[in-house]
């Protein structure tokens, strides 16, 4: 059996507390994982003034994959680790694509009434590069009544091109339907640069059915009609938004998974949870740590271990169903601890394996 190596950084608050229960899951699966934890987080940029070493790209490079748990921590303000780790990252080794399923899992329920899992299955993908997360702009006449800012959005033609044409495959692989998040009636640039691109690309693959949605009216398509949705493609910060509220309307962000993925394989990709790291609760044993084991799904699919990924996701969607292990938030009083190991043991059983001993 393949021998990987992960590199881990669990973060701050629930981060640290999911990640153990993903890599316990993971090793009931695909057993002889060499995992290496990295103590980067923002409490260690309160200790150092760094979220990570001048060279942590450098020391994760020869890594096959990153799961990350999640940052944050109050006196660290969001900018700061999002630029200090994650934006730094994902750019370092070209994980241009964030990749966000969304579904209502079994044995949960969603925001929305009446909704089934036949009508909340919808895959995000999101430019995760360049777009309106830009380092380019400044504040000018600091202090004067005239101050103002400048943020400067980067769309390119390769980095338009190459999520776009993602998001095709994708949609050509699931079933055939796309649409496209713009906002081309008020960004009088940016979006119809956008929209060209996709109706070029869109020639490419006449089996996919497109559409083209005003992000504002999208928002509203995921909350009225989610069943007429199956990929999502958006910029950088609209699919930032879009996949949050896809996530809260399909059972809350402690289930949605995600992925910034490298699909050329030239460097590492980097699997997180979507959630925060809700410090006002770690420690305590009361965190979900489904997304975090879905990340880790992802994560295997990724290296190829399809029938490990498989054999993950079918224990979660199992041990949900049978309701008898849940969380607070899912409106049980089992622990975090519980329910990782519920999953771990149900995904070796699938496997084929004798579970992993507890981390």
Request: hydrophobic share 40%; net charge negative.
């Amino acid at each position: 059996m393949s021998q990987y190596r992960i590199a881990t950084i669990p973060g701050d608050g629930i981060g640290v507390d999911v990640t153990v229960e993903a890599v316990r899951v993971l090793d009931a699966v695909l057993p002889g994982i060499e995992w290496t934890e990295f103590d980067w987080s923002c409490e260690g940029y309160l200790r150092t003034g760094a979220m990570m070493p001048a060279d942590g790209p450098e020391q994760l490079a020869g890594f096959d994959s990153i799961l990350l748990g999640a940052v944050g921590f109050p006196g660290v303000p969001d900018h700061v680790s999002l630029w200090g780790l994650l934006i730094p990252l994902r750019r370092a080794f070209s994980q241009y694509v964030n990749l966000r399923p969304v579904r209502l899992l079994p044995g949960t329920t969603s925001a929305l009434r009446d909704r089934t899992a036949e009508d909340l299955d919808i895959l995000i993908v999101r430019e995760n590069s360049e777009g309106e997360y830009s380092e380019i702009g400044g504040t000018h006449n600091p202090g004067r009544p005239d101050e103002f800012v400048l943020q400067e959005s980067v769309f390119t033609r390769v980095g338009c091109e190459r999520i776009i044409r993602f998001a095709f495959e994708r949609a050509a692989e699931r079933g055939g339907r796309l649409c496209s998040a713009t906002k081309s009636n008020g960004l009088i640039h940016s979006m119809p640069y956008w929209d060209s691109v996709f109706e070029r690309i869109a020639t490419e693959y006449p089996q996919v059915q497109t559409r083209q949605m005003h992000v504002d009216a999208l928002a509203a398509e995921i909350v009225l009609h989610p069943d007429r949705l199956d990929v999502i493609v958006g910029s950088n910060l609209f699919g930032d938004i879009l996949s949050d509220l896809a996530a809260a309307v399909t059972g809350g962000l402690g289930l949605a998974p995600s992925g910034n993925v490298n699909p050329e394989r030239t460097g590492p990709s980097m699997f997180e949870a979507v959630h925060g790291s809700a410090p006002d609760i770690a420690g305590q044993g009361i965190a979900n740590p489904v997304a975090q084991i879905l990340a880790g799904a992802m994560l295997l699919e990724q290296l190829g271990e399809t029938a490990a990924a498989a054999a993950v996701d079918r224990a979660v969607s199992e041990v949900l169903a049978e309701g008898k292990i849940r969380t607070p938030d899912l409106g049980g009083k089992s622990t975090t601890t519980d329910l990782g190991t519920a999953i771990a043991h149900r995904a070796a059983e699938l496997a084929n394996l004798t579970p992993a001993e507890t981390h």
